[in-house]
């Protein structure tokens, strides 16, 4: 994970787990793999129980930290945990490799 990106990290993950109350948030992509460029986005995946519809989740999100991050292109993926076993149990690698290479950012 790229050392400038930390501090903004860590305001991303505090001001969702005081608003938002996640059960998890993991950073995934070229960040968590040491591998950004000046175009990299921050993926994170965050994991809460909801009931809200995916396209609201992620507004909430986004609005929540939007002045943290700025012009800095920021890609939430928030999904809730029978989702992610749901991904799983269908064998979606994509998921896998984030929960085997991603950074867990904040575990309750």
């Known amino acids: 994970m790229a050392k400038d990106i930390q501090p903004l990290l860590r ?34 995946l965050i994991l809460k129980e909801t009931d809200e519809s995916f396209p609201k989740r992620w507004a909430e999100v986004c609005e929540l930290a939007a002045e943290i991050v700025g012009t800095i292109p920021f890609s939430p993926l928030v999904i809730t945990p029978t989702e992610l076993e749901k991904r799983r149990a269908k064998g979606d690698q994509f998921f896998e490799e984030i929960l085997t290479r991603g950074k867990v950012l904040y575990a309750r």
Do not use: N, T, W
């Open 11 to 44: 305001k991303i993950v505090e001001i969702l787990v005081a608003e938002y109350q996640p059960e998890r948030i993991i950073l995934f992509g070229s960040h968590a793999c040491g591998e950004p460029d000046r175009a990299s986005d921050i993926d994170l």
